[in-house]
């Protein structure tokens, strides 16, 4: 494999990772929040058993002392792991935060924050936070928790996250390093609710065409996507596209409800049934606010589960186009059982059927995560991101559409109009800057000098205007430089368009947020270019 492709293997790897924990934790809701309680989870009818009976065998006769609990945790993972790809264990430590990802709200201070130089620094403060309630501004350091000095190595995101979250209405002493300011500024801030948001933004991209994207599906995702069509409608859209890209699914309910948004009466969203789960069959009350819009989806390889479900409603039922490339293929629904110890398993309790049949699970081998973990990157390997040819699909598992035309099963929803990926502009340079997060950082050391000019500038078309004025490739090369990357003219001249893209988006995120950088970062996406052309063909 040559230099030019290791960017792509790279970002493949890691979002196989990302996405195959994230999808494995953000499991379909179908009862998800039942509150059912195993007695004993390796009793199938109470008593003991033969595990009962070793761990306490064990713990009396063993000749060496031994922690049972720490056996019993290994031995639940163990356990699990034996059954299907999805179905996971959650430690009692581990199961207020994997939650708190899809319940719409956390407690805690209001920032949002990067680890730079082995510091915290708050890139965004959150409106009406409680950070913003008492004075804390973005660019700000934090150095201290608590009266205690909180800098160095030691410093990870998951400490921060324990550190500025807990209960809400109690509080948390920071000591804040800010520019231009030389003594550590003191702050108490009393913990709040803070909302987690899935609808990252929604715009009109243009008049006449709303694009919302949802970056997954937590228990307020309906209510914020009705939210946006709203705001969209009111200034014109009649039309929309809707990117579920990288949106590794969640709550199967709010996918059914905002599919139910787009379909006619009585047409079929999905439907699920397993040995001891009976058939639920959802289908559309034909009361939606969208059913003579037209509407384009875009999935890719990391769209998975209620994103599939989605997807897979729109398309059998010949409601949209579905534009981008083989989504996931999760077709298993996910059920929580809470357990005595605080500690919770969500247990795949059935399988899910798009409207014409088709299941979407991609096979796997019970107990063998290793190669499902690792069917993306052979997929990559396979070269099919690059060609649609690559794809081989069997033809015992053809379905048809409502309106007849061919769909297949056993692995993902195929999308209707193929969208490769864009490789034309990847260097070793590009491949450098962008492994080592040095994009980022400049954009962030950026924002941080240039922050009050930049606070001055409404909207990001007049953000794009004004970094394309002050030559910040040049001043990137140089920092780049400076970091150990040698300038090479004839590869940053091939990456150049990509370079200037990210490194404007993320200023104009760090000014703008989410609002700001979206539309910027997806000007030139050739996914949301061939999105916009197919949702102004449709009728």
Known sequence: MNKKNL??????????????ILGNLLANRANLRSKSTFGSFFGRSGGNNKIDELLSMIDAQYVDSVSVDELTEEMMIDLIAKLDPHSVYIPAADLENVNSELEGSFSGIGVQFNIQNDTVMIVSIISGGPSEKVGLLAGDRIVQVNDTVFVGKKVTNEKVMKKLRGPANTQVKLGVKRQGTKEILKYTVTRGQIPVNSVDVAYMIEPGVGFIKVSKFASTTYTEFLNAIAD?????????????????????????NMVNEFLPANQMIVYSEGKAYPRFEAKSDGKGSCIGSPVVVMIDEFSASASEIFAGAIQDNDRGIIVGRRSFGKGLVQQQFNLSDGSAIRLTVARYFTPSGRSIQKPYVKGNTEDYEKDILNRYLHGEFDSKDSIQVADSLK???????????????????????????????????VNYGYL????????????????????????????????????????????????????????????????????TRNIQGDEGFYPLFYKDDKTVKTALEAVKKQK
């Open 440 to 507: 980022y950082q400049f954009a962030f050391q950026y924002t941080d000098k240039n922050r009050q000019k930049l606070n001055a500038i409404k909207g990001w078309q007049n953000m794009d205007k004004y970094l394309d004025s002050q030559n910040i490739l040049n001043q990137f090369t140089t920092f780049a430089a400076s970091k150990g990357v040698k300038p090479d003219s004839k590869q940053i001249a091939i990456s150049k368009k990509f370079i200037l893209t990210q490194l404007k988006a993320y200023i």
């Open 399 to 433: 379905f048809k559409t409502l309106k007849g035309r061919t769909v297949y099963g056993g692995g993902g929803i195929m999308p209707d109009i193929f969208v490769p990926r864009d490789t034309s502009e990847y260097t070793p340079y590009l491949n450098r800057i």
């Open 232 to 256: 969209l409608r009111a200034k014109g859209a009649k039309r929309y596209i809707i990117d579920l890209r990288e949106n590794s699914g969640g709550f199967m309910d709010q996918a059914i």
């Open 7 to 20: 960017l792509p293997v790279l970002i493949v790897f890691l979002s196989v990772m990302a996405g195959l």
